[in-house]
């Protein structure tokens, strides 16, 4: 999970998920594929998930709604 008040972006999780499944590399792209069927948007923290160079990107519940919770946990937007 990405801790509250942090960002991480697509490839970086890439990385994380590659490395514990044993594999050389896992596409951004698929994490984004992932992330973006999310249906427990809260639990499953996908706001805070960003482009690279933190771009703010796509959420299912809007990108205003991103922002004001990204707003809320005081991370910078």
């Known amino acids: 999970t990405i801790p509250y008040g942090s960002?991480?972006?697509?490839g970086e999780i890439a990385k994380i998920?590659?490395?514990q499944?044993?594999?050389?590399?896992m596409s951004a792209q698929a994490v984004g594929g992932a992330v973006g069927h999310n249906s427990v948007?809260?639990?499953v923290p996908?706001?805070?998930?960003v482009g690279t160079n933190g771009n703010l990107?796509?959420?299912?519940?809007g990108i205003?709604?991103?922002?004001?919770?990204l707003k809320i946990e005081k991370t910078d937007v």
Do not use: E, P, W
């Open 7 to 10: 960002v991480m972006t697509y």
């Open 17 to 19: 998920l590659a490395k």
């Open 21 to 25: 499944r044993g594999v050389a590399k």
């Open 41 to 43: 948007l809260i639990i």
């Open 46 to 49: 996908c706001h805070r998930v």
């Open 57 to 61: 990107t796509g959420y299912a519940g």
């Open 64 to 69: 205003d709604k991103k922002i004001s919770l």
